[in-house]
DNA sequence: AATACGGGGCA
DNA sequence: TGCCCAGTATT
């Protein structure tokens, strides 16, 4: 059974470039990439990333901001804090040498138990098992589980068989594993999975009771939420140039370290005049606003998002030429690359930049 | 045990 | 629109 899924890893493997020189350093960034995000999806990050920071030396000395620039549009941010404070950890803990005990892996924040097993199997050929949406839903299959994988008692489960279907000897787990998931993600789909191909059929419970659709069971449906979401366009000329009044998102909160426009965070801002008032609060100065520009809409986790973009202005013409209040800046519209940014904070400085004549004078 | 995380792809 | 994606941390 392992030969013959080995073999068919060893045909039709992807190419990633984490798989042709797996380092730790290189196998953990790749798999926190990874992390809930698609490999197509990750590629371009993945190499942007290492050359910008080929070690874990010089992920510890960067700066904050230059990750996140180099995350922009993965989502999840907080995966690349921890991410930096990991590497910091590294350089404190085990001399900026990757650990390559399962403990001390665990120990690294953003790194649960898939992510140790999958770097230590891998870059280490250490014989931990992983478990995630792919192997999840293979394992299920091969051993015809009725329970939705959710279950906690599946879980557990689930990670047993993870392990006991490791190799003894040979082959590396880290391979083993891999071809799991890449089985898991070619072959053995959610939808559809194609049991003629398979390289394991004969071994597989669900294809022999014919069940392999209906397992994994459903994971309880989630309710989506429309929500109507506001963002403030203000600026000034300043030197022939337009800078924009932005803020850094603070700790703690969603999308930390990240820049934004003007744009109330707190649920519950149902019109413009809502968001212009707690802008007016922030600023200390009466705020109104432009009819609206667009409204870009997307979807995130649960979430469906109206966001409406407005022009609004500083009522008192002093307050325009004062630095405004901690942590507000006015930013120069040249400056705008270099600034971490949500999706949606980029799709608006996309717009600046297409509209930047115009951004007619308010009402 | 449930939820937040705030991006993207695909049928 | 709904679901999934090489999950983790927090409450």
Avoid at 12 to 34: C, F, G, K, T
Wanted: with cysteine; aromatic share 8%; net charge positive.
């Amino acid at each position: 059974m392992r030969r013959k899924l080995l073999a068919w890893f060893d045909q039709n493997a992807r190419e990633m470039p984490w798989r042709s020189d797996p380092q730790p350093y290189h196998v953990w960034v790749s798999e926190i990439m990874l992390q809930q995000t698609q490999v197509a999806t990750v590629l371009p990050y993945y190499r942007r990333w290492m050359k910008s920071f080929p070690t874990v030396a010089d992920l510890a000395a960067a700066d904050e901001a230059e990750l996140l620039r180099h995350w922009e549009g993965l989502g999840y941010y907080r995966r690349v804090r921890s991410l930096h404070a990991a590497a910091k950890q590294i350089m404190e803990r085990h001399g900026g040498e990757f650990p390559l005990d399962f403990e001390s892996v665990l120990a690294l924040p953003g790194v649960g138990r898939y992510t140790a097993g999958a770097v230590l199997s891998i870059s280490a050929g250490a014989k931990l098992p992983v478990l995630e949406g792919n192997t999840q839903r293979v394992y299920s299959r091969w051993i015809a589980l009725r329970r939705p994988p959710s279950d906690p008692s599946a879980t557990r489960l689930l990670w047993d068989v993870a392990q006991a279907m490791l190799p003894h000897r040979g082959a590396s787990s880290g391979t083993f594993n891999q071809a799991a998931m890449e089985l898991g993600a070619l072959v053995c789909t959610p939808t559809g999975p194609d049991c003629d191909s398979c390289p394991v059929r004969a071994h597989c419970q669900a294809a022999k009771q014919e069940l392999q659709t209906e397992i994994p069971g459903k994971i309880k449906r989630l309710r989506y939420e429309d929500r109507t979401e506001f963002a403030l366009i203000v600026d000034r000329k300043r030197r022939r140039e337009t800078e924009y009044l932005m803020r850094p998102l603070p700790e703690g909160g969603r999308w930390a370290g990240l820049w934004d426009f003007p744009r109330p965070t707190e649920v519950g801002t149902e019109t413009v005049d809502q968001a212009a008032s707690w802008l007016a609060e922030q600023l200390g100065v009466p705020v109104d606003h432009g009819p609206r520009l667009r409204t870009l809409r997307h979807a995130v986790t649960r979430y469906r998002i109206s966001l409406h973009i407005h022009r609004a202005r500083l009522s008192e013409a002093t307050s325009m030429a004062d630095p405004p209040p901690t942590p507000w800046q006015w930013v120069r519209l040249s400056h705008l690359d270099q600034l971490p940014m949500s999706t949606t904070g980029r799709q608006i400085h996309a717009y600046l930049q297409d509209n930047r004549q115009p951004l007619l004078p308010l009402g």
